[in-house]
């Protein structure tokens, strides 16, 4: 880096995708004595995340030995080598079905994300029969940002998604960089960092029209059955939403340091193809990155593809989900090669994002360091469709209330857990959480 | 409901015997109709297709719609039936929202405005109380299909007011107060309310403008035009000989083919089609606009027969008679020329072709979005076994042993059918793919594309099987033996009933169900007749007395009560 590059420039070649590491000072006016709370007194923004990967790992390929700090990398865990004191990995948490079906490609995925095994679905869709943990999450701290949370999908698919409120309405996903950028970015985005604040008269009018929308809610309560009640509620839910994002657009933004105005990405082709996959995940990771840095948002969620992965190589008949179950196992090698690349590739992809979270300079640490992402797969073991010790991460430090850097081994112990720890990380008021045998009130002492 | 399909197929029986015209018999039917208890009154979002007819037919052709709509659900087997289980997500929401207010706006631009304002404000920067009204009791009862309610009125126009007020413009003013019409719950869902049975025979009925929405939405998959709403309003529509009128005249109209298109569109599952995508390095013939032409060339198969030709809907699965572009050409081998025919040109298949009804298209062929490189004889088995014979396929089971090879590339499995059979030694696996696999094996001889091969990795393919006991030779003796079976009619019956209820048939309309079949055969197989025949029965506007709507029904104020404009 040369002294003539300005923060600006240099911001953008990261969101351009280059390598380099910024390192930006947040001017002192804003931070308190140790950077680690605005000078306002209040404390700089926790975020949360999740990112999704399909069809699992390689158990004797990704899990360490170690227990605790310093945790060996084995070959499919090793993209993240430049942030493991950043990520914690956990092993020996499982998904306790306790009496209910085995739902491949989905049981996996609600006990992680909810804390109670679904009841009906199956090959990366079906029920959620409670709300994801990001939702919980963005209820707690998202309410204060534009947005309460972004979805994204890497597939080209926008019923692609892991997010729901219980039901069976997922919160779909953008899948278009260039449709995310114009959410984001476009005439409604007001610059943290603008001098001029001017809100727009039209915004109190649009209040005033959800707001009247309000009045049709009693008839049509008395109207529908017991059962749609709930989707009514969820639809004044939504709406109050939209309403109390026009309210924040109508107040003077705080300031946001490392929030810079990027760039309207390309149209490209998207699909489950994999060079497009990740393509597509970089161009949106690097806009929810902006969106984060830029306090747009607190909550965001990534699919990088469907549970029974859809993704291929170009020119491949088989995509890796089929390979999980049809490709031969190796001889040599004990593993299937072909379904192994999109293991790997999966991590390497992670990485990716963990470098441009961990690449936005805040306070006296990265964007990465005031967050919490949960990374898992609904598998262990897609061959054979194994929920026992699913793959889990966490990355960040959420300020420094999450221990980093640690292998903890569950023993078997219900994958909730995880959940609940992250709640308690992020200053939730809960104390336990999951169902049936996914009941838990043990949060990890290893990381809190 | 799979139960349902088991009725002795005596209805085949009574064909030739009781090929009656429609209107000489059709008033007795109704008396003849089992009692069912209905269902519970439904509250279903509107699709994508849904609400940009809405607009279209409201406001006139030509206003951009923007935005992401919500991803639908298919839920036993159809979108419609998702449609009553999905909310609006926030993120959603947030798209209506725009979408309102960019609709709105080309609404009363300028260009516009005089086409759709049903009077001349006094002034154009005050408030006009009277014309405000006026309008937005026309725009109102379209968008929420049935007249506004005079406190819906009431809040409609205080915030047309303040949007005058503050914009000095009236039409600003209106065109804040048809965003509010826009976003509301009452646009966005089909709401729909019921009241107590005129009869007195206990069981409860969809009001006047309930049943406008259902009928318009199964015939025309649009909302109910001025026409059905003024019958609704003048109580025409719940007299049986009223109602057949305006069924009458539905099904005469050309809208009749899109609410067929949409039927169709949603029982074979044509959602599949948005994203789907084949690789090109293995099938150099895909494109995009190809899979967009193989979807339109079945529709147009369908409406042609069904509608058009008013022919047996049986004979879809053996018809020669489809439609080529010249895109389609290419696959299919045959010569267009297309230039006669906007594009489109119809087309009857030679005796000989290895193509005969709806399996052996590129638009059911092609439909799998799980596999881009090969064709998967599973996927279209479970397709045929879902979608056309209405039975579940259970899941795979969760700890499957996969030891043996399934790789197109190993020689000693060079054809689907080896490698599957190789599965099916599986016992675990065996029970399903034996469902499956069969009525897929099939269809081998069309690639992923839909284009015809012999071979596979240079080994001839058996197509033959045996389904339901009767042995095939081939996707067309297979396509034969579809269409003797009543399984195949009766689930057509069952999934045209539950698309226009948007429910599940329950166990009390068993009887009814079948009475429906039983007429489907009688009546020749022929689809607008089965569509007049649930628009027309009591079934299709009952509302079981436990259902979604008591406590509208002691409410005094009749939800449709009209509000003065």
């Known amino acids: ?448 | 409901m799979s139960g349902l399909r088991r009725w002795a197929p005596l209805a085949s029986l009574l064909v030739g015997a009781l090929a009656l015209g429609w209107s000489s018999s059709s008033r007795a039917d109704v008396a003849q109709e089992p009692a069912s208890p209905g269902g519970p009154a439904v509250f279903r979002r509107l699709d994508e297709t849904q609400y940009k007819r809405s607009i279209e037919d409201i406001f006139g052709a030509g206003i951009e719609i923007p935005g992401r709509f919500e991803p639908p659900l298919r839920e036993e087997g159809l979108l419609a039936i998702g449609a009553s289980k999905v909310v609006i997500t926030p993120s959603g929401f947030e798209q209506y929202e725009l979408r309102a207010r960019e609709i709105s706006a080309q609404a009363l631009a300028e260009t516009r405005r005089k086409a759709i304002l049903p009077c001349e404000p006094a002034s154009s920067d005050k408030f006009d109380d009277a014309c405000a009204r006026r309008f937005f009791a026309k725009y109102g009862r379209l968008l929420f299909r049935r007249p506004l309610r005079p406190a819906e009125m009431a809040s409609i126009s205080k915030v047309a007011r303040a949007a005058t007020d503050g914009t000095h413009s009236f039409y600003q003013g209106l065109q804040f107060g048809l965003e509010r019409l826009l976003v509301s719950p009452n646009f966005l869902f089909r709401v729909e309310s019921a009241e107590a049975n005129a009869g007195g025979s206990g069981a409860h009925r969809l009001t006047g403008y309930s049943l406008a929405s259902r009928v318009s939405f199964l015939l025309w998959n649009a909302p109910p035009d001025e026409v059905l709403l003024d019958a609704a309003k003048s109580g025409e529509l719940q007299r049986p000989e009223g109602l057949e009128r305006q069924v009458e005249r539905m099904i005469a109209s050309e809208r009749f083919a899109q609410g067929v298109r949409a039927f169709f569109a949603d029982m074979l599952g044509f959602d599949q089609f948005d994203g789907l995508s084949k690789d090109q390095s293995i099938f150099p013939k895909y494109t995009s606009q190809l899979s967009k032409d193989a979807e339109e060339q079945s529709l147009r198969t369908i409406v042609d027969l069904l509608v058009t030709q008013r022919g047996d809907y049986r004979d879809l699965f053996t018809t020669k008679t489809t439609f080529l572009n010249r895109n389609l050409g290419s696959l299919y081998k045959v010569p267009v020329d297309d230039s006669a025919f906007g594009g489109w040109m119809p087309y009857a298949f030679g005796t000989s072709d290895p193509r005969a009804g709806l399996l052996t298209l590129a638009g059911f062929l092609i439909l799998d979005p799980t596999h881009e490189g090969r064709s998967s004889p599973t996927i279209r088995g479970k397709s045929v076994r879902e979608l056309l014979l209405c039975q579940k396929v259970p899941p795979p089971p969760p700890n499957v042993d996969f030891k043996l090879v399934q790789d197109t590339h190993n020689p000693l499995y060079k054809t689907a059918r080896e490698r599957l059979t190789a599965h099916r030694d599986n016992p675990t696996c065996a029970g399903c793919h034996a469902i499956m696999d069969p009525i897929g094996l099939a269809m081998e001889n069309y690639d992923a594309i839909g284009e015809y091969r012999m071979q596979e990795n240079q080994a001839p393919i058996d197509a033959s099987g045996k389904f339901d006991g009767k042995p095939y030779q081939d996707a067309i003796a297979l396509g034969q033996i579809l269409h003797d079976s009543p399984s195949v009619s009766n689930c057509l019956v069952e999934r045209a009933y539950e698309y226009g209820v948007g429910r599940t048939a329950s166990a009390g309309e068993r009887e009814w169900l079948k009475y429906l079949e039983q007429r489907f055969a009688t009546d020749g197989y022929k689809f607008p007749d089965l569509a007049r025949r649930i628009v027309t029965a009591k079934a299709f506007q009952a509302v079981s007395a436990d259902g979604a709507v008591t406590v509208a029904l002691n409410q005094p104020a009749r939800a449709d009560q009209p509000s003065a404009p």
């Open chain 1, 1 to 448: 880096m040369t002294r003539k590059w300005t923060r600006r420039k240099v911001l953008k070649g990261v969101l351009a995708g280059s390598a380099v590491t910024v390192a930006l000072p947040l001017l002192d006016c804003f931070l308190d004595g140790n950077g680690e709370a605005l000078a306002s007194g209040a404390p700089m923004p926790v975020r949360f995340g999740t990112w999704f990967w399909g069809c699992g790992v390689n158990a004797a390929r990704w899990f360490p030995d170690k227990v605790g700090r310093d945790y060996d990398l084995k070959t499919e865990l090793l993209p993240i080598k430049p942030y493991q004191d950043k990520v914690t990995v956990f092993s020996g948490f499982n998904c306790l079905l306790g009496g209910k079906p085995n739902l491949a490609h989905w049981s996996g995925i609600m006990a992680t994300y909810t804390g109670v095994c679904p009841t009906k679905g199956g090959m990366g869709n079906g029920t959620a029969d409670a709300p994801t943990i990001d939702c919980l999450v963005s209820d707690a701290i998202g309410s204060r940002s534009r947005f309460r949370s972004l979805e994204i999908a890497c597939t080209g698919q926008s019923n692609v998604s892991y997010s729901m409120r219980a039901g069976s309405t997922v919160n779909p996903s953008e899948v278009n960089p260039v449709n995310l950028y114009k959410r984001i970015f476009g005439p409604e985005f007001q610059d943290p960092n603008g001098s001029e604040f001017k809100p727009d008269p039209a915004i109190l009018l649009r209040r005033s029209v959800l707001s009247s929308v309000k009045d049709d809610r009693e008839q049509l309560m008395r109207t529908v059955g017991a059962a749609d009640r709930a989707r009514v509620d969820q639809y004044f839910t939504s709406l109050r939403d939209t309403e109390q994002q026009l309210g924040l657009m109508l107040e003077r933004p705080a300031p946001a340091e490392a929030c810079v105005l990027p760039k309207s990405p390309a149209e490209a082709e998207t699909g489950p193809v994999w060079d497009n996959a990740i393509r597509t995940h970089d161009a949106l990771g690097q806009l929810i990155v902006m969106a984060l840095a830029c306090n747009q948002t607190r909550v965001f969620n990534v699919a990088l593809s469907t549970a029974p992965s859809n993704l291929r190589k170009a020119g491949s008949a088989v995509a890796f989900h089929e390979l999980t179950h049809e490709e031969p196992i190796d001889q040599q090698l004990g593993y299937q090669p072909e379904s192994t690349f999109f293991m790997e590739k999966s991590m390497e992809t992670f990485a990716s994002m963990l470098h441009l979270l961990d690449s936005v300079k805040e306070g006296n640490g990265t964007l990465l360091d005031h967050m919490l992402i949960l990374a898992t797969s609904e598998s262990n073991y897609a061959k054979i469709h194994s929920i026992d010790s699913l793959p889990i991460l966490v990355a960040g430090t959420a300020g420094g209330k999450w221990k980093s850097g640690v292998h903890v081994n569950g023993k078997g112990d219900p994958c909730s857990r995880i959940g609940l720890t992250i709640q308690q990380a992020l200053g939730m008021p809960v104390g336990s959480w999951g169902s049936d045998a996914m009941a838990t009130s043990k949060p990890i002492a290893e990381v809190i």
